[in-house]
């Protein structure tokens, strides 16, 4: 199928559209938490079940639905997604008990996935030349969509309540319905396993490609990083820097530049190579930490060491996942994504539970210097796939 690259790009700006509403998704408990938890009259732990609920339901999702993509057409299944997701969310919003709100919020979390769908499918359909740049428009859409909710959210929450904000965001969702019909690739797999032996061959997928699995290493330890320090950056910003809470929460533009950045610079990932680009992306996210590790109490050091790390590990995402997906076939690209960003959630969910406790005990310092250690255990993996000629592979 030949495309026109004029109309691609066109296409991936939808699809970045969509993705990166489909990441805010899971970010879209934290800012109304505690809205939330004074109306129900929930305390302690228990305050932080939707906020966890949204997150592990995504991890469901990448597991039981990014893999269909090996199934369906991503339109097909996209469209689905953002109706269920936006049903979801607006009854979330109008939960008349927290557990219900809690397991509306699972839902949402786990249909939300869409930008995993479309990543996957987008690079298997997009133009050789335009691949890098795909994937990087649709990477830095998610740190924009991400840091969006995490910054503005709040704010709205207050003007209209905690349950308009979170219907308004429904609404939104399935506004995205007819781009979604528009955008999202049509092509549907040739001759699908059934779903069972899409889910039995997940496995088999990850141990047939050594380059796929040092792939989702690198970037695994990269966004280790980057959760370790966004996890803890809140408490950070209050007990160290001395912000206000809302001082704190515009902390998050640091992130959504790093998204801007990531996309603005798509045409260098093309133009420089993946080993120059992958190299690249890694070094910035490592002076970003280091940064935050030499000077964790210097305000415009946090937001420049934040920025840093949130545009190297979105950039090292373009390179490390196009070279992962492209290193299986084509049929299974949605299982080889599964193994890929199932991994990534596994690992930020230990850099959470590491990072928490090292800051409660070392402060925030102590955590820069994990992420430093994480990033610069991925650029020996990266040498080490370049040294092996894994980062030039031949797509199959």
Known sequence: MVIDPKQWG?????????????????????????????????????????TIAVQVGYALGVVLLVSLGDRYSARRQVTAQL??????????????????????????????????LLISAALRLAPPAARARTAAVLLGSFLVGLFL???????????????????????????????????SPAEAPSSPPAYRAILATIPRVAAQSSTLR??????????????ALWATATPYAIEELGLSV???????????????????????????????????????GFVGVTALALAPNALP??????????????????STQAVGL????????????????GTTFLGGALASTVAAALYAELGYRAVAVLGATLIAAAASLALIAHRRGMLTPTPR
């Open 10 to 50: 066109a296409r991936v700006a939808g699809m970045a559209t969509i993705a990166a509403a489909g990441v805010a998704v899971i970010y879209v408990p934290q800012p109304v938490q505690p809205l939330v938890s004074a109306e129900f009259g929930v305390t302690g732990p228990t305050a932080s079940a939707a």
């Open 83 to 116: 109706v269920a997701t936006s049903v979801a969310l607006v009854a979330a919003g109008l939960a008349p008990a927290y557990s219900i709100h809690v397991a509306l919020c699972l839902v949402a979390g786990a249909t939300a996935t869409v930008g995993q």
């Open 149 to 183: 909710v995490r910054t503005a959210l709040g704010a709205v929450a207050e003007a209209v309540g905690w349950r308009g904000a979170v219907v308004l965001c429904g609404i939104v969702v399935l506004a995205l319905v007819p781009l979604s019909l528009r955008v």
């Open 214 to 227: 040092l792939m989702t290493v690198v970037h695994t330890l990269c966004f280790m990083a980057f959760i």
């Open 246 to 284: 809302s001082a704190a929460a515009l902390l998050g533009v640091s992130g959504l530049l790093g998204g801007v950045i990531t996309m603005t610079a798509a045409p260098v990932h093309a133009r420089v190579g993946v080993p120059r680009s992958l190299a690249i992306s890694i070094a910035t």
């Open 301 to 318: 050091v946090a937001a420049l060491g934040l920025l840093l790390l949130s545009a190297g590990m979105s950039s090292e995402q373009v």
């Open 326 to 341: 492209a290193s299986v076939a084509p049929e299974q690209g949605g299982r080889a994504n599964t193994v890929y960003m």
